[in-house]
């Protein structure tokens, strides 16, 4: 009967060896990955690093938000000031005809140079306000800033031609 009961308790015995060994292994796995330079010390300098690069790029983003939004600002007054000298040059226009400085088809002639420089403002206009919603496109908003300075010029133009009308 003795004979019985060992091959039983080697199986146990061995059994609680391999167990052991297992365990023992995990324990020691643990070990090196919490060491100083471990796995875990290299995950977490690896997290590090990436959240630098992340903050950094967060303030890049911010910061070109920000000069987005100046630009889109400088835009509006640009637009603002021109709508304001329009309406002066709409007033004295009206004035000039009033007062027979000019003729009528002189007076229609400036006056639809005034409208179409009104229409394309408006349409620079809305174009910045959508900008404001949209991601940030540099050929569009070069070609932006040139119909922006071309509307300035030929408004500058027609503040000439008035201002020759007032001298009379």
Do not use: W
């Amino acid at each position: 009967m003795t004979t019985n009961h060992r091959p039983g308790a080697i199986a146990v015995v061995a059994a609680s060896l391999l167990l052991g060994g297992c365990a023992n292994n995990a324990y020691l796995d643990a070990k090196r990955n919490t060491a100083a330079g471990g796995q875990q010390s290299r995950d977490i300098a690896a997290a590090q690093t990436d959240l630098q690069v992340a903050k950094a790029e967060n303030i890049s983003l911010g910061d070109q938000k920000l000069q987005r939004q100046r630009e889109l600002e400088r835009n509006d007054r640009r637009i603002r000031a021109l709508e304001g000298d329009l309406r002066k040059q709409d007033a004295a226009l009206a004035e000039a005809l009033k007062a027979k400085r000019l003729t009528s088809a002189r007076h229609a002639e400036l006056k639809r140079e005034m409208d179409t420089i009104r229409a394309e403002m408006q349409s620079v206009d809305m174009q910045n306000k959508g900008d404001a919603f949209a991601q940030a496109d540099p050929k569009a908003d070069a070609a932006k800033e040139a119909r922006l300075r071309e509307l300035e010029r030929r408004k500058k133009e027609l503040e000439g031609a008035l201002s020759q009308l007032a001298k009379r």
